[in-house]
């Protein structure tokens, strides 16, 4: 029989510790408390390693649960309760807590005073429970503040209208449903048993409001409505921001017509001059009497200067672009400008009969800082146009200055441009400084032009702390202002030259003539007579030209001749090293771009191999950019001279390097 209740005692603990739970016997009279074997092992402890007193189970307990759990079973001794159960942490034998779920009641008692004296009860590991009970709270936590702080007002409430849960987003759009129970469109979500969306318009904050509301409904597990979730979006901000993304639509669209415009206008721009040096070079090949082969590449000159002047402006968009384009800050002769502008453009306005008139004001000074070359081609831009929209009336070109009108607006010098020709409609004038777009379709077919020149222009003023202004009318003519800071130079200036600049330039009867002494002259002559000026300094120097294209070395072998210096030419960059250690030259032309070495690499190895580090060195590229300009100057370079070869810059580049 002992061994039968043994055998079953030992099924039930199997039993026990198989379902995670364990039993214990606590005898109240002697406070010894009996365990099954596993109960130990749940803490990590072997079978009776912690004894079987009460005090070494509670000493394990944690001190936060001690007294709560003391209670518990105090009230369930003095019958307040039909059983016992608590929950408290329990420290496993490696130190970190385990909880536990321990349940019992009274099964004995004196059977003379009715008092306990012994309990049996159960204890389980509730420590997975619990770890998840705590991610879910969290996740909850999260959920809520999630919930909390969406833009969307969010209400949770139950079948009878009473609010569960509300944003503050939602107390304030609801505010006047709290309590009223469920309208018409919960009832209607619950009916149809699916969610339901209406557009609302309610007054928020003095002002009227379209809202988009979505209604949730939620079941019990009998199918019966349970609760009911409202969502409600503003469509302000979403109308906000269908407008914001429908503009930028709009000017991508814009920015896409205006790009393939100007690839058509720049193909245009760029087949015709090309059409005339094919054409031009063509007839020369079939002309046997020099002057008309004179004739014909005086056109293909022209042609290539087109060219030249395309890729130049496209070039300065680059640069402005990316921030690349230097500005220089030099003494500038305002006057000296103005006829210089006056020079270049007014035989084409008198050849169209217009008025050319030029006015500038005492008050501006001799000598101001600013760039030269630049404001020269802001000024020829802007008279280039003058002349092309002007077929009746007269071009003004007036220099003042302008006061400054506060302290942090400076004075300022303005050159005005002012035409009498078709002006330009509010429209017209909204996107005519944007790149790549011109006044109308219209306009650019009639007239030409890549759509870049006044975009240009005003970035170029604006780089010099200026500003570039139009004020035009429709069919009476345009007026373009240019403006920069004024910063007056001092200096020892021939005041002679100054009023003789200033007569050329301040005519009322609106002529500037040139020098016309003498027989005109063609301008092939007049190019190799500047040519052979240019060069007088140079005649007999020894200049290596070192160049891997043919036709570069000799077109450039041939100029620097006709200027009397003598070359020597090498088509590659071993080559040119050979030349030197046999060879004095004064000088040294290198391409950049080479098979085999390039010539910044060349130029390296003349410095440091054969220790020419006072030999003049000029780089030629057809690469402008300040990068290539800078990798030239570190490899020892000592001028850059851009492609297409200017032949009076070249010159003058070379004169600058050999001067003593």
Not at 592 to 616: F, K, Q
């Amino acid at each position: 029989m002992t061994e039968q209740l043994a055998q079953r005692q030992e099924a039930f603990e199997q039993a026990m510790e198989i379902a995670g739970e364990t039993f214990w016997d606590w005898n109240l009279l002697t406070n010894e408390m009996g365990h099954a074997r596993n109960r130990a092992r749940m803490l990590g402890y072997a079978d009776g390693e912690l004894g079987q007193h009460l005090d070494r189970w509670v000493d394990l307990s944690h001190p936060d649960d001690q007294e709560p759990v003391a209670k518990l079973i105090r009230a369930h001794i003095r019958g307040e309760t039909p059983e016992y159960e608590a929950e408290y942490r329990q420290r496993h034998r490696d130190g970190h807590w385990i909880w536990v779920r321990s349940r019992g009641r009274v099964v004995e008692r004196d059977p003379d005073t009715g008092k306990p004296t012994r309990m049996r009860g159960t204890v389980v590991d509730i420590t997975r429970r619990k770890e998840l009970e705590a991610r879910i709270a969290q996740l909850n936590e999260d959920l809520l503040q999630l919930v909390r702080s969406l833009p969307d007002a969010v209400l949770h409430m139950d079948v009878e209208g009473r609010w569960i849960f509300a944003n503050d987003r939602a107390r304030v759009l609801f505010a006047e449903r709290e309590g009223d129970g469920p309208d018409e469109a919960d009832r209607q979500a619950w009916e149809r048993r699916a969610a339901q969306v209406t557009l609302e318009t309610r007054r928020i904050a003095e002002q009227h409001r379209e809202y988009e509301v979505q209604r949730v409904p939620i079941f019990d597990a009998a199918g019966q409505p349970k609760a009911l979730v409202l969502i409600a979006r503003d469509l302000w901000h979403q109308r906000e921001q269908e407008d914001i993304l429908r503009l930028a639509l709009e000017q991508a669209e814009e920015a896409a017509r205006s790009k393939t415009q100007f690839l058509a206008t720049m193909a245009h721009e760029i087949r015709t001059p090309l059409n005339s040096v094919l054409g031009a070079a063509r007839l020369a090949l079939m002309e046997e009497e020099p002057a008309q082969v004179a004739q014909h590449l005086e056109l293909v000159h022209h042609a290539a200067e087109m060219l030249l002047d395309l890729l130049n402006t496209v070039l300065d968009h680059s640069r402005l672009e990316s921030g690349m384009l230097p500005i220089e800050r030099a003494p500038v002769s305002v006057r000296q400008l103005i006829h210089q502008v006056a020079q270049q453009m007014s035989p084409a306005a008198r050849a169209k009969g217009l008025q050319w008139l030029t006015r500038v004001d005492p008050a501006v000074p001799p000598m101001v800082l600013g760039d030269h070359i630049r404001l020269k081609q802001v000024l020829t831009n802007l008279v280039g146009n003058a002349v092309k929209f002007t077929d009746n009336g007269s071009i003004e070109l007036r220099a003042s200055v302008e006061p400054a009108v506060s302290d942090e607006q400076p004075t300022m010098v303005s050159i005005a441009i002012t035409d009498t020709g078709i002006g330009l409609t509010p429209e017209q004038q909204a996107r005519l400084f944007k790149a790549f777009s011109q006044a109308d379709a219209t306009i650019a077919r009639r007239y030409g032009g890549t759509g870049l020149g006044l975009s240009i222009s005003r970035q170029l003023m604006q780089a010099m702390g200026g500003s570039l202004t139009l004020q035009s009318e429709r069919g009476k003519g345009s007026t373009f202002v240019l403006s920069w800071p004024l910063q007056p130079v001092f200096s020892a200036f021939n005041q002679d030259d100054v009023g003789s600049a200033g007569r050329a330039v301040d005519s009322a009867d609106g002529v500037v003539e040139g020098d016309t002494s003498g027989a005109a002259q063609s301008p092939g002559a007049e190019m190799a007579w500047q040519l052979a000026q240019a060069g007088l300094e140079l005649v007999g120097r020894r200049v290596l030209v070192v160049d891997d294209n043919r036709m570069n070395v000799a077109v450039v072998r041939r100029l620097l001749e006709r200027a009397g210096l003598v070359v020597t030419s090498a088509s590659s960059g071993s080559e040119a090293l050979s030349v030197l250690k046999s060879t004095s030259v004064d000088l040294v032309l290198l391409d950049l771009y080479m098979p085999e070495m390039n010539g910044d690499e060349v130029a390296r190895r003349i410095r440091s191999e054969l220790g020419l580090h006072r030999l003049p060195l000029i780089a030629l590229s057809a690469s402008v950019t300040m990068e290539e300009r800078e990798r030239c100057a570190a490899a020892g370079m000592d001028e850059f001279v851009s492609k297409p070869i200017e032949p009076l810059e070249l010159l003058s580049a070379m004169a600058d390097c050999l001067q003593p």
